[in-house]
């Protein structure tokens, strides 16, 4: 007579969970991020930027995370190819190792479709069998006219397959410009949990406790996404500069330039001093620059990431221009 048993068997595979944070360029993914890990520290963390230069992962320099950075392009088109590789990487480092991290967040660019980062998790086999999609953080800033959802696709991607939409940056808005973009986000993702966050803040275990999701897997392979239209210039600044200089061009920049012009960040420095000065931008607006602390690796050369919609020309050459002519 055989004996059959219905015990679990020896050969299941542990699945890592992953997260993945999108929302348009400015509304604060980075900084939520920088708060997450702090209560979240065992983390391994991928980062996407549109940009040739990494500026995002400075904001993470106080946490001593596995990172990884994809840069040159997008997440969901020119360097989509990159991810699946790294994956693959981060699970052997964890099942060779002493696993270093619980869990997985993947940053995507903010001009980044979610979409292809969820094919890629979803459907390939070896990927799917090692790692668990536990949602789509969304951020998306109060301050954001609600108009840049027509005007960006991206921007309304990234809310419609979000699980958690986040608004941050509720401090710089008015109550009327909150409800327009609360009514507008019902519209988009009528199903997805709301959270606000002031600076980064807000209850964390929401965001790592997310209720799971059932996703169809599409039929088809995933077509391929048209072109941004987005461009990007790098700076570099080999000598420090004072601030007040830098500012009134970057609002010069931002003021002549509101529709093109849809990111500035960058980490620049200033005489007398070590600490090298955190500058972002957008939506119109400069926001105040911060102080980072001082890391080794720091070469003490500024960089400064533009990012428009469209190419626009000689913007280097004006804002170099706009530098000399500003002297304080």
């Not at 040159?72 to 270093?100: E, F, H, Y």
């Not at 660019?109 to 668990?132: F, H, K, Q, T």
């Not at 199903?191 to 807000?202: D, M, Y």
């Not at 007398?272 to 105040?288: A, F, I, K, T």
Request: include cysteine.
């Amino acid at each position: 007579m055989n004996n059959y048993s219905l015990a679990r068997s020896s050969n299941v595979i542990e699945r890592i969970p992953v997260f993945i944070i999108s929302g348009f360029l400015g509304s604060g993914k980075t900084t939520l991020l920088n708060r997450l890990l702090s209560h979240a520290p065992q983390s391994a963390v991928i980062i996407n930027e549109f940009g040739a230069t990494p500026i995002d992962q400075q904001l993470l320099r106080e946490h001593k995370v596995p990172l990884s950075t994809l840069v040159g392009g997008c997440l969901c088109c020119q360097v989509i190819g990159s991810l699946t590789p790294l994956l693959k990487n981060l699970r052997m480092a964890w099942d060779s190792g002493d696993r270093p991290f619980e869990r997985v967040i993947i940053e995507t660019s903010g001009v980044a479709n979610p979409e292809p980062v969820l094919d890629i998790l979803l459907r390939e086999r070896w990927l799917a069998a090692r790692y668990s999609l536990q949602g789509v953080i969304a951020t998306v800033s109060a301050s954001m006219d609600t108009d840049h959802f027509d005007y960006f696709p991206e921007a309304q991607a990234q809310i419609a397959w979000a699980d958690t939409v986040v608004m941050t940056q509720i401090d710089l808005a008015t109550a009327e410009a909150i409800a327009k973009l609360d009514a507008r986000l019902s519209v988009l993702a009528p199903a997805a949990t709301r959270l606000t966050a002031v600076q980064g803040e807000l209850d964390h275990n929401a965001l790592l406790n997310l209720p799971n999701k059932f996703r169809r897997l599409r039929n088809t392979e995933l077509p391929e996404l048209p072109d941004h239209g987005f461009s990007s210039i790098t700076l570099q600044l080999e000598h420090p500069l004072p601030w007040e200089r830098m500012q009134k061009t970057l609002e010069y920049l931002i003021a002549h330039y509101p529709k093109q012009l849809v990111r500035v960040k960058g980490m620049v420095y200033t005489p007398g001093q070590n600490q090298p000065l955190l500058v972002q931008g957008g939506s119109g607006r400069l926001y105040p620059a911060t102080r980072l602390p001082v890391r080794t690796s720091d070469d003490g050369v500024g960089r400064l990431v533009i990012i428009t919609q469209g190419e626009v020309k000689g913007l280097a050459e004006e804002l170099m221009t706009q530098l000399r002519s500003h002297n304080v």
